[in-house]
């Protein structure tokens, strides 16, 4: 049995159908000079019909979990399709599914684009990620969670930057937006990320004079050797950034 798909809040702009670029314009996005017409928002009762039939066609992406969908998708479906989809239904139903906190979540996780054979074709760009962990954090935060949902963005923006391989501050250059909380959130993450470096390079360069294994370093500093496994494996990685220009 098909899921009725959810009614979604609307972030400022959706995902667009014919890129499928990003589930919303970053906050850094330029200030028209004239503001647009404001877009119509997707109709639940319009979408509804096109997002259960892509659900019997391809319940890989479109099924009870949601994936990811490469750039492009809107062009694919309707080639695969033609005499079955009408071009502008299928835009009215994927800005509807794209809009929806199950799509922005599966963005926000890192998982990669998807086709429609359900393999993995392309990384999520790191702005594209941030911009939807922003994005439910607001949806999350407006239904007044009761837990702490800043604490719970800052360690998901902490992995998104480690899973990006970037280096914090590049990361941070690349997705600052206008949203001055965000970017404050987002400024001490970095700082602590940066804290925390510093700590482990300092206990890497202390292993490596020592001329001890790791177990016998570990005794030494009174660590436990996972612990200290963990930080010297950090700091190797950090420094495999730096070489690679990463930084």
Same mark, same amino acid.
């Given at each position: 049995?098909?899921?009725?798909?959810?009614?979604?809040?609307?972030? =400022?702009?959706?995902?667009?159908? =014919?890129?499928?670029?990003?589930? =919303? /314009?970053? !906050?850094?996005?330029?200030?028209?000079?004239?503001?647009?017409?404001?877009?119509?928002?997707?109709?639940? @009762?319009?979408?509804?019909?096109?997002?259960? #039939?892509?659900?019997?066609?391809?319940?890989?992406?479109?099924?009870?979990?949601?994936?990811?969908? #490469?750039?492009? *998708?809107?062009?694919?479906?309707?080639?695969?399709?033609?005499?079955?989809? !009408?071009?502008?239904?299928?835009? /009215?139903?994927?800005?509807?599914?794209?809009? @929806?906190?199950?799509?922005? +979540?599966?963005?926000?996780?890192?998982?990669?684009?998807?086709?429609?054979?359900?393999?993995?074709?392309?990384?999520?760009?790191?702005?594209?990620?941030?911009?939807?962990?922003?994005?439910?954090?607001?949806?999350?935060?407006?239904?007044?969670?009761? !837990?702490?949902?800043?604490?719970?963005?800052?360690?998901? *923006?902490?992995?998104? *930057? =480690?899973?990006?391989?970037?280096?914090?501050?590049?990361?941070?250059?690349?997705?600052?937006?206008?949203?001055?909380?965000?970017?404050?959130?987002?400024?001490? +993450?970095?700082?602590? *990320?940066? @804290?925390?470096?510093?700590? !482990?390079?300092?206990?890497?360069?202390?292993?490596?004079?020592?001329?001890? /294994? +790791?177990?016998?370093?570990?005794?030494?500093?009174?660590?436990?050797?996972?612990?200290?496994?963990?930080?010297?494996?950090?700091?190797?990685?950090?420094?495999?950034?730096?070489?690679?220009?990463? @930084?």
């Amino acid at each position: 049995m098909t899921e009725t798909p959810e009614t979604p809040e609307t972030p =400022e702009t959706p995902e667009t159908p =014919e890129t499928m670029e990003a589930p =919303e /314009t970053p !906050d850094n996005a330029p200030t028209p000079a004239v503001a647009p017409k404001a877009r119509r928002r997707p109709q639940q @009762s319009e979408a509804l019909p096109v997002l259960e #039939k892509l659900a019997g066609l391809y319940p890989q992406l479109f099924g009870a979990v949601f994936q990811p969908l #490469k750039r492009g *998708i809107f062009q694919d479906l309707l080639q695969a399709h033609p005499d079955d989809l !009408d071009a502008a239904a299928l835009k /009215t139903a994927l800005a509807f599914h794209t809009r @929806s906190t199950r799509y922005l +979540v599966a963005v926000a996780e890192g998982r990669q684009r998807h086709d429609l054979a359900g393999q993995s074709v392309e990384p999520m760009a790191p702005e594209h990620v941030h911009h939807a962990l922003l994005e439910v954090f607001r949806r999350r935060q407006a239904r007044g969670g009761k !837990d702490d949902l800043v604490a719970t963005l800052r360690r998901r *923006i902490a992995h998104a *930057i =480690e899973r990006s391989g970037l280096a914090p501050q590049a990361y941070a250059d690349l997705v600052r937006g206008r949203d001055e909380h965000a970017n404050r959130v987002l400024d001490e +993450v970095v700082q602590e *990320i940066r @804290s925390a470096a510093a700590k !482990d390079e300092a206990t890497l360069r202390a292993f490596e004079a020592s001329a001890r /294994t +790791v177990a016998e370093f570990a005794d030494m500093y009174g660590m436990e050797v996972r612990l200290a496994e963990q930080a010297l494996s950090r700091a190797q990685r950090a420094r495999a950034r730096v070489t690679t220009g990463a @930084s």
